[in-house]
């Protein structure tokens, strides 16, 4: 036998038992999320006695019953969600971007120690913080309101994206800042028009990441609205649950679904500006 053509069908062999062992690793992690789907369609005797995909008789009206089930329409907390998240995005992309530029471009005092402080607040867990953000939150009155979910991404707070936008800056050279001084440009508008429009990828990646975090978070959403007509859809969703009484399986996991549906679009149609600013940030 040829060894060129045993090495060539080794190869083949190789590489298809790498696909197959690939597709058989993304049914297992894809699973539960089919699962959901298919649950969304089935009665409620099903739910937990029937684990296959296959669903034969669908039950629609699970959707239509998820949607009114609550105090207010399943819309209304889409609504209150897309509000937190669109303000959180522009919040985390305007200021975390000028804190990078702060410390990626302009020379002060202390900009080591405060970056440095700044990479610290990062290992500080976020239930360390939140009793007295509470207290301060409540001594303002401004629980069940939208303020404390959104006003502090006005201010730079996730250092995360901070540190995001910092390294994708160091990859800029500097002459483009050089040039537009000769030129007579500040700060402001060195900033605003000629690195801002470079950073798109980093931009891309931390509007990404901030819809999905935003959008499914849970425990500050919870903590500071109280009110049904302020709830987001993680505290929609939880509300389904009845511990004393039963609980409507089929119409949370058909919202489940819907509320998964902003997320596959977003990631959908962002994953090139998320692999680009990964790759871009991560090797300057």
Same mark, same amino acid.
């Given at each position: 036998m040829n ?5 060539? +069908?080794?190869?083949?062999v =190789? $590489? +298809?038992?790498k696909?197959?062992v +690939?597709?058989?690793l993304?049914? =297992?992690?894809?699973?539960?999320? &089919? ?9 409620q005797?099903e ?5 296959? &995909?296959?669903?034969?008789?669908p039950?629609?009206q699970?959707y239509?019953?998820g949607?009114?089930?609550?105090s207010y329409p399943?819309?209304?907390?889409i609504?209150?969600?897309l @509000?937190?998240? =669109? ?16 410390? $990626?471009r ?6 080591g ?6 990479l ?8 360390v913080i939140?009793i ?14 939208f +303020?404390?979910?959104i006003?502090p ?9 901070t ?11 500097r ?7 000769i ?9 605003f028009?000629?690195? &801002?429009p470079?950073?798109k990828?980093? @931009?891309?990646?931390?509007?990404v ?5 935003t ?10 609205l109280?009110?049904p007509d302020?709830?987001t ?11 004393q009484?039963?609980?409507s399986?089929?119409?949370m ?7 998964l @549906?902003p997320?596959? &679009?977003?990631?959908?149609?962002g994953?090139?500006?998320? =692999?680009?600013?990964?790759a871009t940030t991560?090797?300057?």
């Open positions: 060894p060129h053509r045993g090495r060539s +069908v080794a190869r083949v =190789v $590489a +298809v038992v696909q197959v +690939v597709l058989l993304a049914i =297992v992690m894809l699973y539960p999320i &089919l699962w959901m789907v298919a649950s969304s369609l089935r009665p005797d739910i937990f006695t029937n684990m296959g &995909l296959l669903v034969t008789n039950v629609w699970n239509a019953a949607w009114n089930a609550l399943f819309g209304r907390y609504l209150n969600s @509000i937190i998240v =669109v303000f959180a995005i522009i919040g985390n992309i305007l200021t975390c971007s000028m804190a990078a530029y702060a410390f $990626a302009l020379h002060f005092r202390f900009r120690v405060l970056f440095g402080f700044m610290l607040m990062l290992m500080v867990p976020i239930h939140v007295p953000q509470y207290i301060m939150w409540n001594s303002l009155h401004l629980i069940n309101t +303020v404390p979910l006003l991404k006005f201010l730079a707070m996730d250092g995360f994206f540190f995001l936008f910092y390294q994708f800056l160091r990859g800029l050279p002459d483009l800042d050089e040039a537009a001084k030129d007579g440009a500040g700060h402001i508008r060195i900033f028009q000629i690195l &801002l470079l950073m990828p980093a @931009i891309g990646t931390c509007a990441f901030t819809f999905i975090w959008w499914n978070d849970f425990f500050s959403q919870l903590l500071y109280t009110k302020m709830y859809v993680p505290i929609a969703l939880r509300t389904f649950i009845d511990a009484s039963q609980s399986y089929g119409p996991f058909a919202m489940s679904v819907v509320s @549906i997320l596959f &679009l977003v990631f959908t149609f994953q090139k500006y998320l =692999v680009q600013g990964i991560g090797g300057k």
